[in-house]
T-cell receptor
Framework: DVKVTQSSRYLVKRTGEKVFLECVQD?????MFWYRQDPGLGLRLIYF???????EKGDIPEGYSVSREKKERFSLILESASTNQTSMYLC????????????FGQGTRLTVV | AQKVTQAQTEISVVEKEDVTLDCVYE???????LFWYKQPPSGELVFLIR??????QNEISGRYSWNFQKSTSSFNFTITASQVVDSAVYFC?????????????FGTGTRLKVLA
């Protein structure tokens, strides 16, 4: 079974803090994604990566950055957390190409106070 | 532009009723893929089905069935004899084969509540 693991289920951080959300997949997938889920807005893509050290902006990259130093790990970084970044963050991975389904982690619910 | 619309925000049914979740998509690509995911209260999205644009055959898997109609750009999902365990948020998603990006475009989701 494909396993996508996010480091935390719940996080509470203060405004202005630097926040790291970690995601690891164990199926040697080329593609990895970070989505943000908000009520009424569905899933919105923040960043994705199609190879090690390769990344592309999604629909809402402002305020975020990412790192992919190893194939299995994709990190989302909030350089200076703000209250409007309070949300559910979902990591996903998929095999090369965009035709196959993505597999998701359990999500990290981040609260910025 | 690519877009997925799930007009039903929330649906409530009584157990054993049939329920259909609607999904309408927009794309300019002739080759594309459609997906349904289930998100139970635990939070993890679970893959249910993938359909490519060249295969309009309906699919049935147990109590689940999917109706893909290119003429109306719809990919609807029906649960027959619903159960409480079907309560979840369901997402429809689109992926285009030849667009310049790798992203999956998701709808806003439909929350299904099945009452005992």
């Amino acid at each position: 079974d494909v396993k996508v693991t996010q480091s935390s289920r719940y996080l509470v951080k203060r405004t202005g803090e630097k926040v790291f959300l970690e995601c690891v997949q164990d199926m040697d997938h080329e593609n990895m994604f970070w989505y943000r889920q908000d009520p009424g807005l569905g899933l919105r893509l923040i960043y994705f990566s199609y190879d090690v050290k390769m990344k592309e902006k999604g629909d809402i990259p402002e305020g975020y950055s990412v790192s992919r130093e190893k194939k299995e790990r994709f990190s989302l970084i909030l350089e200076s957390a703000s209250t409007n970044q309070t949300s559910m963050y979902l990591c996903a991975s998929s095999l090369g190409g965009r035709t196959l389904e993505a597999f998701f982690g359990q999500g990290t619910r981040l609260t910025v106070v | 532009a690519q877009k997925v619309t799930q007009a039903q925000t929330e649906i409530s049914v009584v157990e054993k009723e049939d329920v259909t979740l609607d999904c309408v998509y927009e794309t300019r690509d002739t080759t594309y893929y459609l997906f349904w995911y289930k998100q139970p209260p635990s939070g993890e999205l679970v893959f249910l089905i993938r359909r490519n644009s060249f295969d309009e055959q309906n699919e049935i898997s147990g109590r689940y069935s999917w109706n893909f109609q290119k003429s109306t750009s719809s990919f609807n999902f029906t649960i027959t004899a619903s159960q409480v365990v079907d309560s979840a948020v369901y997402f429809c998603a689109l992926s285009e084969a030849y667009s310049g990006t790798y992203k999956y475009i998701f709808g806003t989701g439909t929350r299904l509540k099945v009452l005992a």
